[in-house]
């Protein structure tokens, strides 16, 4: 008896017509990916499963830890396969059934046996397990229609397969599957989950930071790069692009009025991702925002931030609320680092009383007495940009 393959169920992407087998394409490039460090592991797609098999008992524990953080996947299942013979069958049934833990559930046994010479006919099969496997375990209770366990045998040439343990996936489209996008990332709580919904359907990303030396320091950086490396764990690889930004907020601070600092600050952030942008085959802005979170995210302020652009700027998290966002932010493990104490350049240049009603003549009026042109392309020129590609397998274990 061995278990050495995972099958895996594909999520949304089975319905998508035409464009499947680009989508299965994609995915079996994300998993490749994901599993790259294990040497063993072979992956083959179908049109309606694929399948990872590695003879390295480790790599397949792996496998299954890190499977659940692919997107495009609707749940898997580990894969027993024993010989041709009643006896071994009785054995693996018993020892699949086993792995579930909790055995006082509903189950069946449902058998399919394209290998027509094996001795034993499809009922016989299902009665010789499922009576092994009752008295293995007295608390299952029979149930043919929707059983909470459904051991699957499949009786074929080489072997038997067994499988009864489905394990959850992401769901979501295959990273990638939807182009790519700039998420506006700050080291606040709100940004990185806004870049998870975008991954989760489908979106690659590219991520752009604002830091203001000596304002900011580079514990606020850090934040930003575990948040980033946290992203990369979602799917492909992100690239950061890190934009020194104290000339263009120092500035804005000397031009405007202190209650619109803020809303000018913010069309100057998008001034600069669009740039970015441009650069980077990016098809949209993504931020964290939620209306009426704070003075700056008021219908009037995002109407006064988003004239700068014609550049569609994407809102996952904008009717949502602050609970639910720090729930999403737990389950995706980025809680912990946004929550750091470290603060970014808008905490610090925070006006007291920021307006929250901007008036787009009036930030346009203050903002043109100077030309910023130039000191959006100077940023633009002198930022840092960082890759992250997934880390490696004792890394990966650490931020779990
Ligand atoms: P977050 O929790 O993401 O920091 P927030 O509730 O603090 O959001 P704001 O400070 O108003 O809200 O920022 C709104 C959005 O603007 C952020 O979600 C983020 O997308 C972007 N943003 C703010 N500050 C920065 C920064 N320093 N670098 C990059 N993007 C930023
Ligand atoms: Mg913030």
Same mark, same amino acid.
């Given at each position: 008896?061995?278990?050495?393959?995972?099958?895996?169920?594909?999520?949304?992407?089975?319905?998508?017509?035409?464009?499947?087998?680009?989508?299965?394409?994609?995915?079996?490039?994300?998993?490749?990916?994901?599993?790259?460090?294990?040497?063993?592991?072979?992956?083959?797609?179908?049109?309606?499963?694929?399948?990872?098999?590695?003879?390295?008992?480790?790599?397949?524990?792996?496998?299954?830890?890190?499977?659940?953080?692919?997107?495009?996947?609707?749940?898997?299942?580990?894969?027993?396969?024993?010989?041709?013979?009643?006896?071994?069958?009785?054995?693996?049934?018993?020892?699949?059934?086993?792995?579930?833990?909790?055995?006082?559930?509903?189950?069946?046994?449902?058998?399919?046996?394209?290998?027509?010479?094996?001795?034993?006919?499809?009922?016989?099969?299902?009665?010789?397990?499922?009576?092994?496997? $009752?008295?293995? %375990?007295?608390?299952?209770?029979?149930?043919?229609?929707? !059983?909470?366990?459904? +051991?699957?045998? =499949? *009786?074929? /040439?080489?072997?038997?397969?067994?499988?009864?343990?489905?394990?959850?996936?992401?769901?979501?489209?295959?990273?990638?599957?939807?182009?790519?996008?700039?998420?506006?990332?700050?080291?606040?709580?709100?940004?990185?989950?806004?870049?998870?919904?975008?991954?989760?359907?489908?979106?690659?990303?590219?991520?752009?930071?604002?830091?203001?030396?000596?304002?900011?320091?580079?514990?606020?950086?850090?934040?930003?790069?575990?948040?980033?490396?946290? $992203?990369?764990? %979602?799917?492909?690889?992100?690239?950061?692009?890190?934009? !020194?930004?104290?000339? +263009?907020?120092? =500035? *804005?601070? /000397?031009?405007?009025?202190?209650?619109?600092?803020?809303?000018?600050?913010?069309?100057?952030?998008?001034?600069?991702?669009?740039?970015?942008?441009?650069?980077?085959?990016?098809?949209?802005?993504?931020?964290?925002?939620?209306?009426?979170?704070?003075?700056?995210?008021?219908?009037?302020?995002?109407?006064?931030?988003?004239?700068?652009?014609?550049?569609?700027?994407?809102?996952?998290?904008?009717?949502?609320?602050?609970?639910?966002?720090?729930?999403?932010?737990?389950?995706?493990?980025?809680?912990?680092?946004?929550?750091? !104490?470290?603060?970014?350049?808008?905490?610090?240049?925070?006006?007291?009383?920021?307006?929250?009603?901007?008036?787009?003549?009036?930030?346009?009026?203050?903002?043109?007495?100077?030309?910023?042109?130039?000191?959006?392309?100077?940023?633009?020129?002198?930022?840092?940009?960082?890759?992250?590609?997934?880390?490696?397998?004792?890394?990966?274990?650490?931020?779990?």
């Amino acid at each position: 008896m061995k278990t050495n393959q995972i099958l895996v169920r594909y999520g949304e992407l089975s319905t998508k017509g035409k464009n499947r087998s680009s989508f299965i394409g994609r995915l079996r490039d994300n998993v490749r990916q994901t599993f790259s460090d294990l040497e063993q592991i072979h992956i083959k797609a179908e049109r309606d499963r694929m399948f990872i098999t590695s003879d390295d008992e480790q790599e397949l524990a792996q496998v299954i830890e890190r499977l659940p953080y692919v997107f495009g996947i609707q749940s898997f299942s580990p894969v027993t396969a024993c010989e041709l013979n009643i006896e071994a069958m009785k054995k693996t049934a018993e020892a699949v059934i086993a792995k579930i833990g909790d055995t006082e559930k509903s189950f069946k046994v449902s058998v399919k046996r394209p290998f027509k010479e094996f001795p034993y006919e499809k009922p016989e099969i299902m009665k010789e397990l499922s009576s092994h496997v $009752l008295r293995a %375990f007295p608390d299952l209770k029979v149930q043919m229609k929707d !059983p909470e366990i459904d +051991l699957k045998v =499949e *009786v074929r /040439k080489e072997a038997v397969y067994m499988m009864a343990e489905v394990i959850q996936g992401a769901g979501g489209l295959p990273v990638g599957a939807g182009g790519k996008a700039l998420l506006m990332l700050s080291g606040g709580l709100d940004s990185p989950v806004a870049g998870y919904h975008m991954l989760k359907r489908g979106v690659r990303l590219d991520l752009i930071h604002f830091f203001s030396p000596p304002f900011t320091n580079d514990r606020a950086k850090e934040k930003v790069f575990d948040l980033a490396e946290r $992203l990369s764990q %979602f799917g492909s690889s992100v690239k950061l692009h890190v934009i !020194p930004f104290t000339k +263009l907020q120092q =500035e *804005v601070h /000397k031009q405007v009025p202190d209650n619109i600092t803020m809303t000018s600050t913010r069309r100057m952030m998008m001034r600069v991702a669009d740039l970015v942008l441009a650069e980077t085959n990016c098809r949209a802005i993504v931020t964290g925002e939620s209306l009426g979170q704070v003075a700056s995210q008021t219908l009037e302020s995002m109407q006064a931030i988003n004239a700068v652009t014609h550049t569609p700027v994407l809102r996952p998290l904008i009717a949502m609320d602050k609970l639910e966002i720090i729930d999403i932010a737990q389950q995706i493990e980025t809680y912990d680092i946004s929550i750091r !104490p470290f603060e970014d350049c808008c905490t610090i240049f925070t006006p007291a009383n920021p307006k929250t009603k901007p008036k787009l003549e009036k930030v346009e009026y203050y903002e043109n007495f100077v030309s910023f042109d130039e000191l959006i392309e100077e940023a633009v020129a002198e930022r840092e940009i960082i890759k992250f590609p997934r880390p490696k397998v004792n890394q990966f274990e650490d931020l779990l």
